[in-house]
């Protein structure tokens, strides 16, 4: 069975600033996917980022960066410079290329304030 | 290049109705995936088509069903509703199989169920 924990609910920063939300995953699988989703408020939601468990370099989107550690099975997002528009609920996703299927944790809603 | 597509948006059933929501995918994408998303319970997996056929299924009880057409439009299904059937239903598309490979996941609007 696949989990993913993000164990903060709630988050918020003061624009420009820079943010980090934590994600945790359990899998038994070698070869899995992780994402980050972004859902503003009553809008889509769209990825964010995406990282191959194979490849050892962290990935990045322009202000958008993760800290993938493996080992340890953390995959924190990193938001650069916040903007106001970045104010959503965040999910990570681990995809087990096995598996077929996406699981979510629960989401880390950022308010980024003005 | 349009997104993914869900009917109805809004919709509002009393306990005991069935209702069918429609997903209809970016073109080419043959992959379609429901999940119900709850503030208690988050996102949770469904069910996911491929090629009309469905390939992986989550923990929900039988009243949930789907289907997927030959044009690659799914439709899902919930019988006998409950109360607590009341959620955002999200529709999500891939350009393959996703057991062949992590594709990215481009989801619809969603579709929000109230049930009274």
């Known amino acids: 069975a696949q989990t993913v924990t993000q164990s903060q609910p709630e988050m918020s920063v003061q624009e420009a600033e820079t943010v980090t939300l934590s994600c945790t995953y359990d899998?038994?699988?070698?070869?899995?996917?992780l994402f980050w989703y972004k859902q503003p408020p009553s809008r889509q939601m769209i990825l964010v980022i995406r990282?191959?468990?194979?490849?050892?370099q962290n990935a990045t989107e322009n202000r958008f960066s993760v800290n993938f550690q493996k080992a340890a099975k953390s995959f924190s997002l990193k938001i650069s410079d916040s903007q106001l528009g970045d104010t959503a609920m965040y999910f990570c996703?681990?995809?087990?290329?096995?598996?077929?299927?996406?699981?979510f944790g629960d989401g880390t809603t950022l308010t980024v304030k003005p | 290049k349009a997104g993914v597509t869900q009917t109805p948006r809004y919709l509002i059933k009393t306990r005991g109705q069935q209702v069918t929501l429609s997903c209809s995918p970016i073109?080419?994408?043959?992959?379609v995936s429901w999940y119900q998303q709850t503030p208690g319970q988050g996102l949770q997996f469904l069910f996911e088509?491929?090629?009309?056929?469905?390939?992986n299924k989550g923990n929900f009880p039988g009243r949930f069903s789907g289907r997927q057409f030959s044009n690659s439009r799914s439709e899902m299904n919930v019988s006998t509703l409950e109360l607590g059937d009341s959620a955002l239903y999200l529709c999500?598309?891939?350009?393959?199989?996703?057991?062949?490979?992590?594709?990215?996941?481009?989801f619809g609007a969603g579709s929000r169920l109230t049930v009274l």
């Open positions: 899998t038994s699988e070698n070869n899995y996917y």
């Open positions: 088509y491929f090629s009309e056929t469905q390939r």
């Open positions: 990282q191959e468990a194979y490849k050892q």
């Open positions: 073109s080419g994408h043959r992959s």
């Open positions: 999500a598309s891939s350009s393959e199989r996703l057991s062949s490979g992590a594709n990215v996941l481009t």
């Open positions: 996703a681990l995809y087990p290329t096995n598996a077929g299927k996406s699981t």
